[in-house]
């Protein structure tokens, strides 16, 4: 047996290591350490912090043992070594390092790792590789940061009760089945990616401001009890959410769902949603959030959407939907619209001065207001129903594409004098189709519109002016 660094493992410390969880629920409940306003303080740090400035560093398990006992923090990084077994060990001890607070690990293989005894661990990290038995994390009660991510740590069940400092914790672990964070009041940041977990009570965690959570068996997560959330990641099976407590919103993510409606009428501080991929969302409520500046909601079942109220919203993606009706008067700030694939009629842009980008093919079209919008550089207009059209406005535009509509006779562009890209076959009683001699290119190159990407059927003529 391969064992690092210079201490056996009796066989009661070794039965520790193989308990199915992490930490331990046991007796009365540890308390935090913590003053108030410390937990936020430590987060903010942490985001920011570099452990490998002041750690020492090693690029195998094997040179832990010439590290001084006394060392406070260590790096082992064999993610660019050659040979694979620096990063191997059937039991890593770090019992012997009583003053280590701050482990990191990249793309270790071991069998077991043995914090138990570290009782002034702050932060311990593990990015790749592979721990065989669950890291018993009961005897680190000043543990603040616990990040596995991107390997195979066969947790199951997770225990954190033990640890009450833990401001930040992320855990990405397909066996994970079960987290108790019920006695971890300074909780703030909690990242979950645990496809078997089938539940999340974090009603106990009121400082906390940023969960992410991907779980496919998850139905429902109550958020009610997180005044302070300002980020909301749920990537599950979501059946239902209610965020009318959680009023600090800033961003609201709750892709790939089950939800028929989501209202976010009291998150008024919210910038950006992005609940895509719900196919059953009916019903969304965003009326008067003037903070937002995203919404993305590609592959819903909405078929009315009126964000006339939402002054600052920037980037609307509403693709692959059922929309009928979209309004978007007032959104003077609107830079990028994205609904192509919907069943929309007609969509008056007029009033979004600052768009540069609108795809709005596949829908059915029979007219387009761009009046006004004289920044738009892209418009993909292409399998409509459009017989006339006016871009007289969109001197900016490069790329044009009105592929499979219903335009006929001749079609005057001369005015696009930057127009690189267009697409006008598929028309087939369009006959004559205009454009500028030369564009003007990058840096103010002319270049000549032969060398420019007009496609057209052979039916179409297409002469300069």
């Not at 260590?74 to 040979?83: E, G, K």
């Not at 969960?211 to 109550?222: E, F, G, H, N, P």
């Not at 009318?244 to 892709?255: D, E, F, P, V």
């Given at each position: 047996?391969?064992?690092?660094?210079?201490?056996?493992?009796?066989?009661?410390?070794?039965?520790?290591?193989?308990?199915?969880?992490?930490?331990?629920?046991?007796?009365?409940?540890?308390?935090?350490?913590?003053?108030?306003?410390?937990?936020?303080?430590?987060?903010?740090?942490?985001?920011?912090?570099?452990?490998?400035?002041?750690?020492?560093?090693?690029?195998?398990?094997?040179?832990?043992?010439?590290?001084?006992?006394?060392?406070?923090?260590?790096?082992?990084?064999?993610?660019?070594?050659?040979?694979?077994?620096?990063?191997?060990?059937?039991?890593?001890?770090?019992?012997?390092?009583?003053?280590?607070?701050?482990?990191?690990g990249y793309s270790l293989d071991l069998g077991t790792l043995n914090v138990s005894e570290n009782e002034n661990l702050k932060v311990l990290k593990l990015d790749g590789g592979e721990v065989d038995h669950p890291i018993n994390l009961s005897g680190c009660p000043l543990l603040q940061n616990l990040s596995l991510r991107y390997g195979t740590f066969n947790l199951t069940s997770v225990d954190l009760s033990s640890n009450p400092d833990l401001v930040n914790c992320v855990i990405e672990d397909a066996t994970l089945n079960s987290l108790n964070v019920h006695n971890n009041p300074n909780l703030i940041g909690l990242e979950l990616n645990a496809p078997k977990l089938e539940e999340l009570d974090v009603t106990d965690n009121d400082?906390?401001?940023?969960?992410?959570?991907?779980?496919?068996?998850?139905?429902?997560?109550?958020?009610?009890?997180?005044?302070?959330?300002?980020?909301?990641?749920?990537?599950?099976?979501?059946?239902?959410?209610?965020?009318?407590?959680?009023?600090?919103?800033?961003?609201?993510?709750?892709?790939?769902?089950?939800?028929?409606?989501?209202?976010?009428?009291?998150?008024?501080?919210?910038?950006?949603?992005?609940?895509?991929?719900?196919?059953?969302?009916?019903?969304?409520?965003?009326?008067?959030?003037?903070?937002?500046?995203?919404?993305?909601?590609?592959?819903?079942?909405?078929?009315?959407?009126?964000?006339?109220?939402?002054?600052?919203?920037?980037?609307?993606?509403?693709?692959?939907?059922?929309?009928?009706?979209?309004?978007?008067?007032?959104?003077?700030?609107?830079?990028?619209?994205?609904?192509?694939?919907?069943?929309?009629?007609?969509?008056?842009?007029?009033?979004?001065?600052?768009?540069?980008?609108?795809?709005?093919?596949?829908?059915?079209?029979?007219?387009?207001?761009?009046?006004?919008?004289?920044?738009?550089?892209?418009?993909?207009?292409?399998?409509?129903?459009?017989?006339?059209?006016?871009?007289?406005?969109?001197?900016?535009?490069?790329?044009?594409?009105?592929?499979?509509?219903?335009?006929?006779?001749?079609?005057?562009?001369?005015?696009?004098?930057?127009?690189?890209?267009?697409?006008?076959?598929?028309?087939?009683?369009?006959?004559?189709?205009?454009?500028?001699?030369?564009?003007?290119?990058?840096?103010?190159?002319?270049?000549?519109?032969?060398?420019?990407?007009?496609?057209?059927?052979?039916?179409?003529?297409?002469?300069?002016?």
């Open positions: 047996m391969k064992m690092f660094s210079g201490r056996v493992v009796t066989g009661l410390v070794l039965m520790n290591l193989l308990v199915g969880c992490v930490g331990s629920s046991s007796g009365s409940a540890i308390k935090s350490t913590l003053a108030d306003g410390e937990a936020e303080k430590i987060y903010e740090t942490l985001l920011l912090s570099n452990e490998s400035e002041t750690s020492e560093t090693v690029n195998s398990v094997s040179d832990l043992d010439k590290l001084d006992d006394s060392v406070t923090g260590i790096v082992v990084d064999v993610s660019t070594c050659v040979d694979n077994d620096d990063g191997k060990a059937d039991t890593l001890d770090l019992s012997r390092f009583t003053n280590l607070e701050s482990f990191v400082k906390l401001q940023h969960l992410t959570l991907q779980a496919d068996k998850i139905a429902t997560v109550d958020v009610s009890e997180n005044p302070n959330l300002t980020g909301l990641t749920l990537n599950c099976g979501l059946e239902s959410l209610d965020v009318s407590n959680n009023t600090k919103l800033i961003t609201l993510g709750a892709r790939e769902s089950a939800l028929t409606s989501l209202d976010c009428s009291k998150n008024t501080a919210l910038e950006v949603l992005n609940a895509e991929e719900c196919p059953k969302l009916t019903d969304l409520n965003i009326n008067g959030l003037t903070t937002l500046t995203e919404v993305h909601v590609n592959g819903c079942a909405l078929t009315a959407l009126d964000l006339s109220a939402n002054e600052n919203l920037t980037y609307l993606h509403a693709q692959d939907g059922k929309l009928t009706s979209l309004d978007l008067s007032g959104c003077k700030k609107l830079e990028l619209v994205d609904a192509e694939n919907n069943a929309l009629t007609e969509i008056d842009l007029s009033d979004n001065a600052a768009l540069e980008e609108v795809t709005l093919s596949s829908n059915k079209l029979t007219e387009v207001n761009v009046e006004n919008d004289t920044k738009l550089k892209t418009l993909e207009l292409s399998d409509n129903e459009l017989s006339d059209f006016d871009f007289d406005t969109c001197v900016k535009l490069k790329k044009l594409t009105l592929r499979n509509n219903k335009l006929s006779g001749t079609l005057d562009m001369s005015m696009l004098k930057k127009l690189r890209t267009l697409d006008v076959r598929g028309n087939t009683d369009l006959t004559k189709v205009i454009v500028p001699e030369t564009v003007t290119g990058f840096k103010g190159k002319k270049i000549s519109w032969k060398d420019c990407k007009y496609e057209s059927d052979s039916t179409t003529t297409i002469t300069t002016k």
